[in-house]
């Protein structure tokens, strides 16, 4: 049989490098073989790039062998930063068989000249991400060049499939299915808890049957903590950890290369600049990463990292994913990780050498973190493992696609609709949503009915979709993409060199002559020029650190979960494992001021301080339940009297803070808790915090509502800005059947509020006991919440009313 | 909300307009007219009727304080782009229904690239500064030793907290030493926040009313 040939000259090829094939590569590549799609799933490091990748090479050296066909394999990646390591790793089988295909890259960094070289004709095999993809098929030739695809494998399909960047790959992999329907698609993902779900999102109406492949199980694992020196003077509250310094210091020099995850990369910035004040003797030998520094910079770091020149890389989830780092042995997370997957993800960057055991030391940045590390060792043995929801049909990403898709060649409506009912994402997508994406498209939806003369896409005589005008090309294109960049700012030297960007809001609050902290280095603002900032070498004192606004981390339910039954057994006396007995103090602490919350009931702080009169509510569902909670528990007790409250959670509890005493006992009393009339209370209650408001900044650049600007050309640009807030207000006020607004209410529901579990804790909260105590001061477990400032706001008063009391 | 200002008095309205009983001359700052209008022909989608409901609170400032006169303070037209036939159209309807009232435009930044509004309008337009003491009607809130200025330009607004970290932003009239500056009009407009000097005043517009936030 033909496959033999193949077979052995692969087997070989591991032989020489001493390797073996492992069972389940030999089971992807047999159902590549047979026309099979799917998804493999393990953790990072465990052969999954060749299980995917050899297939295809394999049908090659038993088919015609042409060499240098046309394209047949196409890489997707969620990060840029994995394209080079991707293809480098691809490379070796072509080079060493001496397999005549071409291999390229395709993405935002790729020179113009390969650019246009890939215009005319594509590589045998092509590494990309979702949106450079996208923007090759809005191009007519697209479809010419795309005609021999056999393969896509899509890389870190767990990173993907929980974000529209997911639903951007699902419908340009509808596509290339349409034009050929013999493409076969291999997904790459770490193990999660719901596979089939993942395995469903990536292979759209082709799920059925599809093969579920379990790679290598995880190696073993350990996970210690740096238990703080003095627990009596360990704080409560906080988030850098930086009193940890010396014993993290001390960890680094045990090991020979450390990596230290950081949760943000303010954080990041930070903790590099204590390392280096405390050890200036690694000067040269520890180095920063995160997603905002310039490529170079991070690519020389990658470099360090691998050929085991650095000594510690102070980093954020911009390590997270891919790469082998092979030097690395000891793994160091500040902060609670917030679930047992990501905890596992960065464990596995160490010990990456066969029998070695990957470990990872958390390091708690305030006292209940180290109860989350007992936790998520506890999840861990217990097998839990944390799912991936995706996104349900978002049209402001539907409405792009189909501007893409005008753009690539036209499309017929019925067509397009067919097409994209086929992803996932889009199954359930009704005739009215598609009807209103294509208003909006063509003749830009209701609000502008008026203006017929107006038209984004034009449908010729034959039904025909196009983009002819090319200003709306050239906009389209510049804003394809649906990660919601901020306003972001180049940082560069005034001689030229560019060190990444930060934030314009940050920019904005600097005066020239101030010293701030980034790229690891201190550094002086002259001035912003072009939507530049110019800087240079500071001396003398370092200035403040830049903060990027991402989102907050949110544990886990499996995590939180776990977290309760440490509870449990800590209210019951039970403190075991360093973690808990460390951790003890505080709540012995937490017992006397108040107490420890049981499992089957619900804790309720009531503190007044000079701050106001305070609410904290203890359910421990995790922020994102928490921040449906606060908006619901506010609504309904503001429905009792005119109140206005500021709102903060974390993982724990909510709190609500308000000027005057609020009605808790008459509310609690008219159903405060009851999972009764959620359908009405709950959107109620968000639009009164404004969330949906919020949501609506990703929604608007998504569908091209707002854009950052052409590059280089942003005065005329400025005449069409207009806040996201703003246009949310006017559709609201002027357009209000917009399906965009409505999509602003649901995503909030779906996913950031999950609104199945909002409603199963209130039933869980309602049957069990609610336990009211008046306390003297804040308590251990409040604090935390206290000292947020970042507040959602909800006011059942009049606004002047509110305003008498305020002052500027 | 009266108050007085360089030896007159001004009457601070909800509607984002001052009123000067003096001379029976309403002034308005940064209406932005066709600001909507400039994102459609710009084929972004935004809804149109927002330069009909500006002229709808500008007819109820009127209707209360009946002027003479309305002296707009610059920025009246946002952009060339936005020079469309329908903007044009409600604001001809509406100065038809107010054909006896003069009204003065101080020539702002916009306008200079916007240009002028259409001579059918019947709107005077000037180039900064008018002086009329003792104010002199300008868009740029600078201090002139003309007289006490009176601006806009800025689309102020102030912050205000309060007992449980409460936090609010307002649209606001700000008044220095030598120069006030008016809320933008316009409602699909951004604002900035000011900082205000200690012998400044400040009077916030929280929904329907003027509150006054200096010296509390």
Sequence with gaps: ????????????????????????????????????????????????????????????????????????????????????????????????LGIPWRMESRTGDTRQSVRARQEKRLPTALVTTPESLALLLARPEARQQFRRLQMVIVDEWHELMGSKRGVLAELLLARLRRWNPLVRTWGLSATLGNMQTAAA????????????????????????SLLPEQMDRFPWAGHLGINMLHQVTGAIEEGATTL??????????????????????????????HGSLERKLRDW?????????????????????????????????????????????RAGRSGHRPGETSRITCVPTHAFELVEVAASRDAWKAGAMESRFPVERPLDLLAQHAVTMALGGGFQADDLLAEVRTTYAYRDLSGIEWQWVLDFVTRGGEALRAYPEFQRVEVTADGAHQVTNRQIARRHLLSIGTIV????????????????????????????????????KSLEFIRVHNMVAQVRKAHGEAGSVPRWDGARMALSSELAEAVRTRLDQARAGVFEGPEMRSVRPVMDTQAKISAIPGREELLIERVETKEGHHLFFYPFEGRLVHEGLAALFAWRIARLRPITFTMAMNDYGIELLSADRAPLEASLASGLLSPANLAEDIPASLNAAEMARRQFREIARIAGLTFTGYPGQNKSVKQLQASSGLLFDVFVKYDSGNLLIEQAHREVLERNLERSRLGQTLDRLSRGVVRLLDIERPSPLSFPILVDRSRHRLSSEKLADRIRRMSA | MRVEVAGTELELMAERAAYWPERATLFVADTHWGKAAAFRANLIPVPGGTTESDLARLTSAILRTSPRRIVLLGDALHSRDGRSEKTFQSLAAWRARHAEIEILLVRGNHDRKAGDPPEGLGIHCVDAPVIEAPFVFQHHPSETPAGYALAGHIHPAVRLRGRGLQRATLPCFHFAPGVATLPAFGSFCGSALIQPGPADRVYAIADDEIVNIWRR
């Design chain 1, 1 to 96: 049989m033909a496959s033999n040939r193949s077979r052995k000259t692969i087997n070989d090829w591991f032989a020489s490098r001493g390797w073996k094939p492992f069972p389940f590569q030999k089971q992807v590549w047999e159902a590549y073989r047979k026309g099979e799609s799917g998804l493999i799933h393990a953790a990072t490091g465990t052969g999954k790039t060749y299980a995917a990748w050899l297939g295809p090479l394999m049908e090659w050296m038993d088919g015609d062998g042409e060499a240098y066909p046309d394209l047949r394999v196409l890489w997707i990646t969620p990060l840029r930063a994995l394209v080079a390591d991707t293809e480098k790793a691809l490379r070796a089988p072509l080079k060493d």
């Design chain 1, 201 to 224: 999102t990536l292979l759209g109406n082709r799920a059925e049957g599809a093969r579920v492949v379990r790679g290598l199980v995880p190696k073993t694992v350990r996970i210690d």
């Design chain 1, 260 to 289: 230290v995850f950081t949760n943000t990369r303010s954080q990041c910035e930070i903790w590099y600049q204590a390392i280096l004040e405390a050890r200036p003797d690694w000067a040269g030998l520890i180095a920063i990463h």
């Design chain 1, 301 to 345: 770091v990658e470099d360090g990292l691998r050929a085991g020149t650095l000594r510690c890389v102070v980093c954020t989830s911009s390590l997270d994913l891919g790469v082998d780092f092979s030097p690395v042995d000891r793994v160091i997370q500040i902060g609670s990780p917030k679930g047992v997957a990501r905890l596992l993800q």
């Design chain 1, 485 to 520: 960049a901020d306003a972001a700012i180049d940082v560069r030297y005034v001689t030229g060199g560019r060190l990444g960007s930060v934030e314009e809001s940050f920019i904005s609050r600097l005066r020239p002559g101030e010293h701030f902290f980034f790229a690891g």
